[in-house]
């Protein structure tokens, strides 16, 4: 067996009202080329402010990684040329990022928790996009991007495995979406993933380090870590070396090929953005953005375990999104019911956002309303039954609250089950009841169910059971006497 040492670089945008050194929108608009400056395309001569807007929210991530924060830092330049890049260079963080030495935790499927740890956090510039025309053989320039700001968060190579890898980016992802600084829409490129994957013999070092990029999806991510840990297996089983590289996933072939090898630090000849004086976050702003910090997500996620005595599974899905989370907690307030108010909401309220495409905020059913509902069936004063069937007309006002709870009233009254007790016999009495009388119990069983039918499902089951059984006790004494 091999070992696999994974580590991952995010780059998320930060949702900010400005770019990251001028005062252009920081919103992609649909027209290309429509908010630039001579700041973000880089003419000679211009010079960048800071936003402090990025500075206070890539502090506040920082912390919410349990990263020790950098007070005084500066900015870098990182110098390359590409067609992106207008100036020439990135305005980048390489000596003092914002924040070091973090963590996140994350959890297998029983719950357990491990902690990845967070090399550093540091906040750059967006590049512009490019937009390739393959059949005209040409490449267009959106440079509304260039100068957005951008966080990288890289993590320490302690990922051993591709679960543990989608785990990590899905609790990072869920982290920023809590603290509302990023969309971290993969599919859009607001959150970017590069992952280094190294495979080596048990007792040796590090040898190399291959990056993939291209990856625009979880699942991409996960089968282009499947595909190189089983190539560079392969590659050492059969004592050839692993060439460090960088590597493109082609998600049509499935595997990884090879892009360019990579690149070394001194290959940007990094040096201090002059342009930038150095930074200081006071320590009043400091204690600020930590008193803006609310519940982590990973903190969320083990609260509901422990408070609500939820397994993992559902306490993962509640609180994979603060929405959902906030609705649970009121509705379980008060139904005091909290693993069948989550069980409810993952199944038919989940089915029913899913089937209409929108997010829960805008589900017309105040989580008070379900919880009540919820709690009403738990004292067995409506069904279960006619809350499952009604459920969608509810929401959508077709039906009242009050009056479904007046219709769904469990039958208990001993004369409304007789009388669905004797519509079922008359109907039944050449076949079921004979069986039953002849000693085939099962049938009684069947009876029950006949009966709720005629009750609608309604029928109170322990008294239905108890006037049936007394119901054909009478039956058969009189059998007995005739
Ligand atoms: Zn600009």
New binding site residues.
Partial sequence: MFRVVIGIEVHIQLKTKT?A????PNSLSIEPNS???????GEPGTLPSLNKEMVYKAALASIAFHCDIKRVFHFDRKNYFYPDLPKGYQITQYETPIGQNGYLTIFNEEGKPKKIGIERIHMEEDTAKMLHDFVNKVTFIDYNR??VPLLEIVSKPEIENANEAINYLKMLKRTLEFLDISDCSLESGSMRCDINISVNKQDSGLSHKVEVKNLNSFNAIKRSIEYEISRQSELLSKDEKIVTETRLFNTETNKTETMRTKELAADYRYFREPDIPDIEITLEELDEIKNSLTERAEEMLIRFMKDYNLNYYLADLLTSDKEVAKFFERATKISNQPTKTANIIVTEIFSYLNQKQIPIKDINLQPEDLGNLIKLITENKISEKAFKDNIIEIIESKIEIDKFIESSRIISDDSSIYSAIDKVLTEQKDDALKKYLEGKESVFMFLVGQVMRELKGAGKIDKVKELLKKKIDQIKLDNSKN
């Fill in positions: 770019k050194f001028c005062s252009c908010q630039i400056c001579p700041i973000c395309i260039a100068g």
